[in-house]
């Protein structure tokens, strides 16, 4: 690839031989690495036992495409991100749930961040909707920001299916990935996964009283497990196509999808819908770690106020850069300042939450310098 004037070779040496060093000490068994500009991918890249050919799980990447969708929707008059969820999908409005809205859910502000679903009940519509109406808040719902791994994502996935009578999973293809030049990234039929590569967990994990004392509160207890991670190796569950964290995509994909949403007029997104998602900050509730969300309707903003790297867009990117990361270490996000997009993805899922945090940090930092010239 040729390089375009704007990138500093140099900037992206840095980048490559900071990620390269996580192979070459032994921390990760491969990645792949893409940059995208001027509306394509510029720079790709896989190390270590990382195919270029390959395909990686997003994890939590994919989300913003299914909340565009939603957004896409409610734009066109199919309903409203104030309605009660209850409203569409009746079953869901028990226990503390029956006021949550849309764009609560969107928000991660409903009080239902653990609820349970399980694969063999996912699979079957009937059985999810039912399964709604067990789910109970375990606080008060728009009081807070607590992260909803995949609770969320699957309300908004059969809102998606109620309001469209279609697979949410075909309705966030034709909409938000074929118009931006990309394949399906949610529920991979089993004969097309040939080249999606397994994961598997890397390292030690963090001693609790070692994270406790770099980031000053409790190791959180999450649904992001190491078998949790590792059951999407699952054929069945690659097919599934768990909408808060089953994406299915390379570094390219990500970079270049995000080159599409960045320099959209209109063929993807609604004027109004691209302004929303990726300007208005709607959540400031500050996380687990005592940071504030920063978040629109789909995407996590990095934001003006000093803390960009607890939100996983590291120390030198513009306040106005949106992404979404996903677990243990997958990148995505793009600066609408430098014009830069970034993806990075690794099968070795790291269980050092510490390590995790410095590598991802690292990354983004050098690659939101790519275009700022050497001194």
Not at 126 to 131: F, P, V
Not at 241 to 269: K, N, R
Request: contains cysteine.
């Amino acid at each position: 690839m040729n390089l375009p004037a704007a990138i500093v070779p140099s900037r992206l040496d840095d980048l490559l031989g900071r990620a390269r060093r996580e192979v070459d000490e032994g921390r990760l068994p491969g990645f792949q690495l893409a940059v995208g500009f001027e509306g394509e991918v510029v720079f790709a890249e896989a190390y270590g036992d990382a195919r270029d050919d390959a395909r990686f799980h997003t994890y939590s990447a994919v989300k913003p495409t299914v909340s565009l969708t939603v957004l896409e929707l409610a734009a066109e008059g199919w309903l409203s991100l104030d309605d009660p969820v209850a409203s569409i999908l009746p079953t869901f409005g028990t226990k503390g749930k029956e006021r949550i809205t849309v764009s609560q859910v969107l928000l991660h502000k409903g009080g239902f961040p653990a609820a349970p679903m399980a694969p063999r009940i996912a699979i079957d519509r009937s059985a999810r909707l039912q399964r709604y109406s067990s789910w109970h808040t375990t606080w008060e719902p728009g009081t807070r920001f607590e992260y909803h791994p995949s609770s969320a994502h699957w309300v908004l996935a059969d809102v998606i299916e109620e309001v469209s009578g279609r697979p949410f999973a075909d309705v966030i293809t034709e909409r938000l990935m074929e118009p931006a030049g990309q394949p399906r990234w949610l529920a991979i039929p089993e004969a097309e996964q040939g080249d999606i590569t397994d994961v598997y967990c890397v390292g030690e994990p963090i001693d609790p009283a070692e994270f406790e004392a770099h980031f000053g509160v409790a190791l959180p207890v999450t649904e992001v497990t190491d078998d949790a991670l590792t059951s999407f190796n699952d054929p069945g569950v690659r097919a599934l196509g768990q909408p808060g964290g089953g994406g299915i995509t390379s570094a390219s994909g990500f970079a270049s999808w995000y080159q599409a949403i960045l320099h959209d007029d209109g063929e993807i997104l609604r004027p109004e819908v691209k302004q929303d998602a990726l300007t208005v900050v709607r959540q400031t509730h500050q996380d687990h770690m005592g940071v504030a969300a920063n978040r629109t309707h789909a995407f996590i903003l990095a934001g003006d106020d000093g803390r960009a790297n607890g939100r996983g867009h590291g120390h030198s990117v513009s306040p106005m850069t949106f992404g979404h990361g996903g677990a243990r270490g997958q990148l995505a996000w793009a600066d609408p300042v430098s014009g830069v997009s970034f993806g990075f993805m690794t099968h070795g899922l790291e269980r050092h939450r510490l390590h995790e945090a410095r590598r991802s940090v690292a990354l983004s930092t050098r690659a939101g310098l790519l275009t700022t010239p050497v001194d």
